[in-house]
């Protein structure tokens, strides 16, 4: 059973692949239907890691905005190699990274910013959203980062690496100390 749902798994991701990458040869020829549904299918992932470098929900959504006038503009250079995800991805990270140098700014979420993230109808309540907020400030800024695109893209680890120019075994190693913090965090014991 277990094969067979990291099959099904697999399956997925590539079909999803596929069709981000219909989507950009129709945004290359101009179409703004294929920009809306690539943003429809590709907006969560964006701003989940732009917000992992900006960490301001507001800007974080400027830059995902601006992600995707960039993609309107540079999908006429995007070449077909089964990696959309990852072009879109390298476009939001090198504008967040942008905006980043320009501001010169880093920090953490505020209480405020924090609750004014979108749930993207899971449903949290009030208090798991707080929790969830305390559990993943635990974190270091870089094990935030492949938690987030891990969790939310879906991407391997490998892929991941390519994103953020680390080596394979750095993120693995940072991925597997984020989970152990955040099972010490979870069962009320101090952090790691």
Known sequence: MLILDVITTESRQRLEENALD??????????????????GRARTAVYALVLSYLKN????????????????????AYRSEGKALAWIMTIARNL??????????????????WM??????????????????????????????????????????????ALLQMPLPTVLSKYHRALKKLKTHWKGEDAL
């Open 22 to 39: 219909r989507l950009l040869q129709g945004v290359a020829g101009g179409d703004r239907d294929a920009l809306a549904e690539l943003y």
């Open 57 to 76: 929900p507001t800007e974080a959504e400027d830059v995902t905005q601006d992600t995707f006038v960039q993609i309107w503009e540079k999908a006429p």
């Open 96 to 113: 967040a990274l942008m905006r980043l140098r320009r501001q010169q700014r880093v920090g953490d979420l505020t209480e405020e910013e």
């Open 116 to 161: 004014a993230l979108p749930d993207e109808g899971r449903g949290l309540s009030h208090e798991e959203r707080m929790l969830l907020h305390s559990a993943v400030a635990a974190l270091s800024e870089q094990e935030r980062q492949i938690v987030l695109l891990y969790a939310v893209t879906g991407w391997k680890h490998r892929e991941i690496a």
